[in-house]
């Protein structure tokens, strides 16, 4: 008796079992969707014309968000971000660091002014650009710098 039930559970019905993948493939086309919108790059462009100062004690930046970019040439020329926006005046270096606070203020993140200078230019260039950030309202600086090796 017990033979005859294993064979009828053996026996071939003839058709095989088989999954559907098509709902698969749309949850992982939906979850891809979802992480490119969810996720927010910031890539920081870096000025060719800039040979930042090496430092033994460097650390690599926690966050690339909340930062307002001033680079700041050996001729003691300040530029933003983007390389081509050049400040002629102080007052619009306090302009542009009050335009992206305002920005930054607005998703929620603490912003920092971050100095990129070359390892040729003065530290009065440098102190400028850090009092031009506290006009504007920003009080918390970073300085870009290579780590030693």
Known sequence: ???QRLRAANADDGEEAKMDMSPMIDMVFLLLLFFLVVSNPKTIK???RLKPPIADAA???KSK???IVVNIHNSGDFYAEDTITRFDTKEDLIDYIKKEKDIIDGRGITPVLHIRGDSTAE???C????R???AAGV???AFGAFKKE
């Open 59 to 61: 650390k690599t930046a």
């Open 132 to 134: 031009s950030g506290a």
């Open 46 to 48: 870096i000025d060719p």
């Open 127 to 130: 102190r400028q650009v850090i």
């Open 123 to 125: 530290f009065k260039y």
């Open 139 to 141: 009080n918390q600086v």
């Open 1 to 3: 008796m017990a033979t």
């Open 65 to 67: 968000h909340g930062k």
